[in-house]
């Protein structure tokens, strides 16, 4: 059996040369982020009234401008009609005063008030006239607006939101914080920023402002960055991992197969 065993051959490893090669390594971070559209609002009425016309629907894509709800201003603009005549008779009024005071016939007093009387009557049709411009409600900016419904007849109350309007921007933000124990990044520095559980791939973000102090409950540095959304994939509110860096040094890439 010893002899039988001796004549095998011996055995041999196969070897396989490689080349290892150098590359910038750099060192992060990780925290997370929240993207945020630099263009949103709130849109809110200032009025109330009866719905007369509605100019989208939910989720559409609205322009700058767009006329979004109009409301009944018949009260309104038979109320103005009325403070035009008032204007009138008050110029007519202070005019007529006026020669009389020129001639010493009344005393200053009388054509005071009248002028006080005057402006008065000037100054409610120019509420009324704002009254009227604000019960026509357009988009501030070109955007999306969100999902609520409107009818014809529908009464609107003062201070109810209408909808929420996001802007449709070609670069979006997003904010993180990082911890006070950690390295702070600069103005002007690149962070890679990925949506947490989607595969949209990683893009860089150009760090363009941060608070001025420190957040007094969790001790972190608030920063904002920037990053080109002409895709359209990220939105207002999702939530995104931001990897900030700490340092560069060069690093040896070995392969492990």
Known sequence: MIAFGESFPEPSAS???????TIDYTQTNKVIGQIVSPAIVEIISEYSGSITYVGFVPGDTVTKDQVLLRQDTRIEKAQLAAAKARVVLAESTYSRLNKLLEKERISP???DRAQADLAVAKAEVENLRVVISKKTISAPFSGQV??????????????????TLVGLNDTIWVDFSVPQTLRQPSLGEQVTVALVNRESGQRQATIIAKMPMLDANSRQQNYRAELSNLDGVLQHNQIASVHVPVYTRQAVIVPTN
């Open 15 to 21: 070897v396989q040369s490689t080349y290892a090669q």
């Open 109 to 111: 007093d009388q054509v």
């Open 146 to 163: 969100s999902l609520e419904q409107y009818q014809l007849g529908q009464l609107l109350d003062a201070n109810v939101k209408i909808t």
